[in-house]
């Protein structure tokens, strides 16, 4: 009785699928192209799953038999039920079909069909699954369009093709591997006008370095390969208004650790519990805000300093980026309480069309901000000299000295031997915003992901030595070799925020000139000398704060 039920029930929940799926038919017919792609896939979809849980074995033979005798995937099946008179006489013999072998049969007969249900059930999702992520990821490449553009483009003046491979992050496009027919960079700039002419403002193409080569083209440098992605997919979105809102309460929470570091600047000033909560690591209980507020006015000059320099920065990456017709998004800053920031994560706004281009555009940023931290620096230090200036002079443990090999040489030269050789040090508060700032542009030069100096190394070197460069640096960090206390926190928020390469150029081939990477280079070791730093035995030789050695 159970099982007669069950056959009733199906085949009541079949005819009124079959009725709806039938109005849903003429409703798609007055849909537009894309829309009726969309519709009648995740109708076939449906469909297929209402069969193999409420036909059973009907269904999944009728599929078997599909496959057999047209070599095809059940999806022919289900095209076939599009048609209403075909999906009545279907039901009318499901419906016989299962009355008749319930009739003579017992109860014990129907079980296996629904046990054999289970596979093709779970084979149906899956193929579901894949289908979904087709309907909801990157629109792929037109095939005629790679047809077309493939019989136009390419041939014995400009590139053979011998090999066809999916090309982007979910293989939405297309890559062409072949053999290059003359200079690199003028069949780029060739094709490049032939695609506008073919397909017009609707694709990119890339010239990258073929992947997997066997060896270097015979011409001379590496082999080359072009891809094909529509511009909708490969360039970057329009920012957001949730992202700017996120980006003023990141330049908020900047300015507020940027005066924290002003007040912090004057502990020998502060109030002592002040001083215990900030010097304390077992300091759990915040002091009262209200002893901070007359130290405020004293903690401006450096939070105007700190926030300068990294305004200073950010304007160096815009003004390199203004001529070459790149555009960038809002920074957004990083607040942290040592340093007053982190810097701040500017992301690229469109296709960078050269290497040339990324290096110049990475680099403009950190070199402006490092120029305005050398002469704040500068500055500072001469003026802690001076007697004029004792008023304005605030006092640091002389141990801060010690956390960079190239700051602190350079201030044991300037301050002199018994200046530093001592517990605390007076120096202008400008010293300590110099400091900062080189600190903070020295951790953004590092060659390791997205930062600037990642963007420079893969744009100078290419993005194999960009792997090489970013381990190195994750072990020096790991280690503490570079940063000092600092190398764990900074550590984890590029692997947060900033561990992905930047995306290849349009040109991702032809290299920088020389002076590029001699600038590069450069710019790398004295990263490494500024975040290098002083070890006890250098410190008490050359008179580096108080140490004591063993």
């Known amino acids: 009785m159970g099982t007669l039920t069950s056959v009733a029930f199906a085949a009541a929940v079949n005819i009124r699928f079959r009725s709806f799926h039938r109005e849903n038919i003429k409703i798609a017919t007055t849909l537009p192209k894309w829309q009726k792609r969309i519709f009648f896939s995740s109708t076939e979809d449906s ?65 296996p069909s629904t046990v054999s249900s289970v596979d093709p059930t779970y084979s149906s999702f899956q193929i579901d699954s894949f289908k979904l992520m087709e309907l909801l990821g990157p629109e792929k490449v037109d095939p005629a369009d790679v047809k077309l553009i493939k019989d136009k483009l390419f041939g014995y003046s400009t590139f053979w093709v011998t090999k066809e491979e999916p090309f982007g992050d979910l293989g939405e496009g297309i890559l062409f591997l072949g053999n290059l027919r003359g200079k690199k960079e ?28 066997e060896g270097p083209d015979p011409r001379g440098g590496a082999r080359v390969s072009f891809g094909l992605l529509r511009k909708e997919v490969s360039e970057p979105g329009p920012t957001t208004l949730w992202q700017y809102v996120i980006a003023l309460i990141l330049f908020l929470l900047t300015i ?12 020998n000033r502060l109030p002592p519990e002040v001083v215990k909560y900030f010097t304390d690591p077992n300091a759990v209980e915040p002091p009262d805000m209200e002893l901070l507020y007359p130290f405020v006015d004293a903690a401006l000059p450096l939070a105007y300093g700190v926030l300068g320099i990294l305004l200073f920065h950010e304007l160096g990456h815009f003004l390199a980026a203004v001529p070459k017709k790149v555009k960038l998004s809002i920074p957004y800053f990083i607040p942290n309480i040592t340093l007053g920031s982190f810097g701040a994560i500017t992301q690229f706004k469109s296709i960078l069309p050269d290497r040339s281009t990324k290096v110049d555009i990475s680099l ?65 508060p400008l010293v300590i915003a110099g400091w900062c700032g080189l600190t903070t542009t020295a951790f953004n030069m590092l060659p390791v992901g997205c930062l600037d100096g990642g963007r420079a190394v893969q744009g100078a070197f290419g993005k194999n030595a960009l792997v090489t460069f970013g381990l190195s640096t994750y072990v020096m960090l790991g280690l503490r070799v570079l940063g000092g206390p600092l190398a764990l926190p900074w550590g984890l928020y590029v692997l947060i925020c900033q561990r992905t390469p930047e995306k290849p150029c349009l040109n991702d081939v032809t290299e920088v000139g020389t002076w590029r990477k001699a600038l590069v280079g450069t710019a790398i070791i004295l990263v490494i000398l500024t975040l290098l730093p002083v070890w006890d035995e250098l410190a008490e030789e050359v008179g580096i704060g108080l140490v004591t050695t063993f």
């Open 47 to 111: 469909h297929r799953f209402r069969s193999a849980k409420c036909l059973g074995n009907d269904e999944n033979s009728n599929r078997d038999n599909s496959i057999g005798d047209n070599g095809e995937t059940h999806k022919s099946s289900v095209v076939k039920t599009a048609s209403p008179e075909e999906e009545d006489d279907e039901t009318s013999n499901s419906s016989s079909t299962t009355s008749s072998s319930n009739e003579f049969g017992s109860d014990k007969t129907s079980m």
């Open 186 to 213: 003028d069949v780029f700039a060739k094709l490049q006008r032939k695609l506008v002419e073919v397909a017009g403002d609707k694709y990119n193409l890339f010239m990258i370095e073929e992947p997997n080569s």
């Open 256 to 267: 507020g650790s940027s005066v924290e570091l002003g007040i912090a600047s004057q502990i």
């Open 364 to 428: 403009a940023g950190p070199f402006a901000g490092a120029a305005l931290s050398v002469s704040m620096f500068a500055v500072g230090l001469f003026l802690s000299t001076e007697p004029d200036a004792a008023n304005d002079l605030v006092q640091v443990p002389s141990m801060l000295f010690q956390g960079s090999l190239l700051l602190g040489l350079i201030s044991r030269a300037t301050l002199g031997y018994a200046a530093l050789h001592a517990a605390t040090v007076s120096i202008h």
